[in-house]
């Protein structure tokens, strides 16, 4: 399942032309659990200036529409894009207001400072007992266990709100974090009645796993493990299907690894004139396909819609990560982590 979670992160970074980084190492020893993306993000950070952006994302998040890319244009003033809506977190202060497992963090100073700042409540021992006492008082629907690492970036948010809060973006009109339970039935409907690229409620980008323990440890499962299975393995399907049709290929249905082939095969198995699919391929074959279509169409083809909505020239700066399995990034742009450890 790991290697399945991995590889969906991997397409999606391949098609949008991110980097990516896979971590299963904990850094450092008293950051452990949900904590060790800190420590990772930081050594990434100093390690990577070119990268501009860094995009975590957990192992139990799902990319789940591949062609759907951020708009980063539009976080050109902030430095941390999260899940969420601005009065769960600042009236309600409530600590599911956006998700720690699927984020977007610039890399500067405000960053770097961002992560010290966070970390500090979550040393284990002492430390995460004291804030998840702190939590339960300040934050609402939180009971009074260990801290979190997504509750602390609540509490940052709502006790130094002056200090962080202009530089933080919280979205959500698209799916930047996607509740599994309330998405992975809708898979087939989504196909029939939608289409790739949209990434919000119609095809959400993320469909991540929440509460699944589909080890079936018992300690923090919130649903069956049975269930997960199911969910996840319908969601790897959903993804996968849109990157074999590239390939004339597709699961027999969402629910079975089996694959079947849907088209003809041709001496050209790239060359698919249908837009939406043709803007999942590789920039390199986008390129390709440009010249040729040049060429083509300069002959005697009928003019036909160029798939390429996206430039094949951009090389987008970072992407999303897995940690403590890993992170992605996008040169000059973002990265991508996913989580190694239990998922949570
Ligand atoms: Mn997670």
């Keep these: 399942m790991l290697l399945r979670a991995f590889k969906n992160k991997a397409d999606y970074c391949r098609v949008h032309g991110f980097d990516i980084f896979y971590s299963n190492a904990v850094l450092d020893a008293e950051m452990s659990g949900f904590w060790t993306k800190l420590p990772l993000l930081r050594a990434l950070m100093v390690a990577h200036p070119e990268t501009e952006l860094f995009w975590w994302v957990d192992s139990d998040v799902v990319f789940t529409d591949m062609l759907f890319e951020p708009p980063w244009g539009k976080y050109t003033a902030h430095n941390l894009l ?9 009236e309600e202060k409530n600590w599911m207001g956006t998700n720690a497992g699927s984020f977007v963090i610039r890399n500067c100073q405000w960053s770097l400072n961002l992560l010290d700042a966070w970390a500090e409540m979550g040393r284990s021992g002492p430390a995460r007992e004291k804030y998840g006492k702190i939590f339960a008082k300040v934050l609402s ?42 998405i992975v039935d809708r898979y087939e409907e989504m196909r029939s009645s939608s289409r790739p690229g949209l990434g919000d409620d119609r095809w959400p980008l993320i469909t991540h796993f929440v509460g699944c323990k589909p080890c079936g440890d018992p300690n923090g499962a919130s649903y069956e493990a049975a269930q997960c299975w199911r969910g996840i393995d319908r969601a790897f399907n959903f993804a996968d299907d849109q990157i074999l049709k590239l ?23 790239m060359d698919t004139d249908d837009e939406e699919i043709g803007r999942l391929l590789h920039p390199t074959f986008r390129g390709t396909r440009k010249k040729d279509r040049k060429r083509s ?30 992170v992605g990034g996008r040169r000059r742009a973002k990265p991508v982590t996913m989580e190694a450890g239990p998922l949570s």
């Design 82 to 90: 999260i899940p969420g809506w601005e009065s769960k977190v600042y």
């Design 141 to 182: 629907n939180r009971e009074p266990y260990e801290a979190d690492d997504q509750s602390a970036l609540v509490y940052l948010l709502v006790t130094q709100r002056e200090r962080w809060a202009d530089r933080v973006f919280l979205e959500s009109s698209y799916v930047l974090h996607g509740y599994w339970k309330a």
């Design 247 to 269: 390939y004339g290929f597709q699961h027999e249905s969402l629910n079975s690894t089996a694959v079947q082939r849907v088209r003809k095969e041709t001496g050209r198995p």
């Design 297 to 326: 169409s300069s002959r005697l083809t009928p003019a036909r819609a160029t798939p390429e909505g996206l430039s094949p020239s951009r090389r987008p700066a970072s992407s999303p990560s897995l940690s403590p399995a890993s």
